[in-house]
């Protein structure tokens, strides 16, 4: 309850009231074109930031590794754009703050420790790799009828010729 209180109670009356300052000393329509240039600028901010992600988690993944700081960096990008979108200065703030590289690590860390990463080896070494389990059999299997008069099938298989 608490975190839905400060989304939908506290961040907007912060808002309204730095618009109301805000729009004091610059003017309404510079406010409004201020609040456009920083999401633009967030956006294309966001854009170079994730893709630098993206290429390090699949980097990471191609050498059989988890990437658990990028999918964790990934998250926080995605919160950065969700303030950069929505209009206001607070929220701007915030977004911007999740976008420089150095706070982002700081957070994950700070996340990280009280997180655990679960996942799969990719690198063809697990339980389920090809050729590697214990109890692996090759053979062919032919099911036939003990009777074609029969309309009903039996479920008694018939031996194959040996080869």
Partial sequence: MPVFLLLFIVIPLIEIALFIQVGDEIGALATVGLIILTAAIGVLLLRWQGLATLLRARSRMASGELPARE???????????AFLLTPGFFTDTLGFLLLIPQGRRWLVQAVGSRVSVHGASMSGRGPYAKGQGEHTFEGEYQRTDSSTDSAEPTDSPKELPKK
């Fill in 71 to 81: 999918m964790i960096e990934g998250i926080l990008l995605a919160i950065a754009g």
